[in-house]
């Protein structure tokens, strides 16, 4: 984090980091992501922004479907997970060699070790600067457990695996 007046503007937002996957003509990707959120109630929507110089934006930009994962705050496991995902890019290293996962019926890898996940379907997508927003629509929902998720301010020390 820099000083730039919107650096102090958003210190200390601790909004949950999340895991996103995916799938398309036989590659997968998935990446760390700060920036998403709930943005619908009814119908319930999620808005989750992948950045165009990753990898998963462009497994993405193919796909129908994204899978969504929660992370828990105290576990060095989660932690773990979100260093992999979030600090190594699927151009270079295959990072679902170096988790556990399954795959939905629709094809998208879903971690064994997240506690909440779900599948969700893209309705649209949307250029937002340098990131494009993908809005989804959540087909299937797993949740075990309510731990707190982890969260932005625990991870802000990783370094990207690819700049944004
Ligand atoms: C704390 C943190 C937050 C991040 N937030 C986002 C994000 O909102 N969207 C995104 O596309 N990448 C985000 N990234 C970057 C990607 O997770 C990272 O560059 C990853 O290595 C890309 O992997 P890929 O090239 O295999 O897709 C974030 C990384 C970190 C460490």
């Given at each position: 984090?820099?000083n ?13 980091v999340l ?13 760390l ?16 922004c ?32 979100a ?21 939905d ?60």
């Open positions: 984090m820099g730039d007046p919107i650096d102090q503007f958003t210190s200390g937002f601790d909004g949950p895991l996103v996957t995916t799938s398309a003509d036989g590659e997968r990707a998935g990446c992501v700060g920036f998403a959120t709930q943005c619908s109630i009814d119908p319930v929507r999620f808005l989750v992948l950045s165009r110089t990753n990898r998963t934006f462009r497994v993405a930009a193919k796909a129908e479907l994204l899978g969504v994962h929660v992370l828990e705050r105290d576990d060095p496991g989660q932690l773990a997970l260093r992999l995902f979030g600090e190594n890019t699927g151009d270079e290293m295959d990072k679902f060699a170096r988790c556990a996962w399954e795959e019926t629709g094809g998208v890898p879903l971690l064994l070790d997240a506690p909440r996940r779900m599948v969700g379907r893209v309705l649209d997508r949307m250029e937002l600067g340098d990131h494009t927003g993908y809005l989804v629509e959540p087909l299937h929902v797993q949740a075990k457990g309510r731990n707190a998720p982890l969260g932005l301010t625990r991870v802000l020390h990783l370094e990207a695996g690819h700049p944004a």
